[in-house]
């Protein structure tokens, strides 16, 4: 199981960008998936999250990012608007996942895309 990142890139404040990410692999199941950042000298933090057809976001983008699911794709799209200089950060996905293989559940991480936000 593999998941790949694309979207990041340099936009200015007020701008948007969507990030994709894409699972490959032989899936029996996933439980979550989800988007995760990590800014310069500060710990990953969740960004967004879809479980069981629930969502979750982070205080600091509600409103302005929507995390959504292409089940046919097996792809998880983050639609981040009216972005801010603060959400410049390396952006990861995250998935739970049980591998068609062994039955087991864990997670996997994709390599990470980076979103600058100038002022």
């Known amino acids: 199981v593999q998941l790949q990142a694309f979207g990041g890139g340099l936009v200015q404040a007020g701008g948007s960008l969507r990030l994709s990410c894409v699972v490959s692999?032989?899936?029996?199941?996933?439980?979550?998936m989800g988007w995760y950042r990590q800014a310069p000298g500060k710990q990953r933090e969740l960004v967004a999250v879809?479980?069981?057809?629930?969502?979750n976001y982070a205080d600091s983008v509600k409103g302005r990012f929507t995390i959504s699911r292409v089940n046919a794709k097996n792809t998880v799209v983050l639609q981040m608007n009216s972005l801010k200089p603060e959400d410049t950060a390396v952006y990861y996905c995250?998935?739970?996942?049980?591998?068609?293989?062994?039955?087991?559940?864990?997670?996997?991480w994709g390599q990470g895309t980076q979103v600058t936000v100038s002022s």
């Open positions: 995250n998935a739970r996942i049980t591998a068609a293989a062994d039955l087991v559940s864990r997670d996997y």
């Open positions: 879809l479980r069981g057809g629930n969502t």
């Open positions: 692999g032989s899936i029996f199941s996933s439980n979550a």
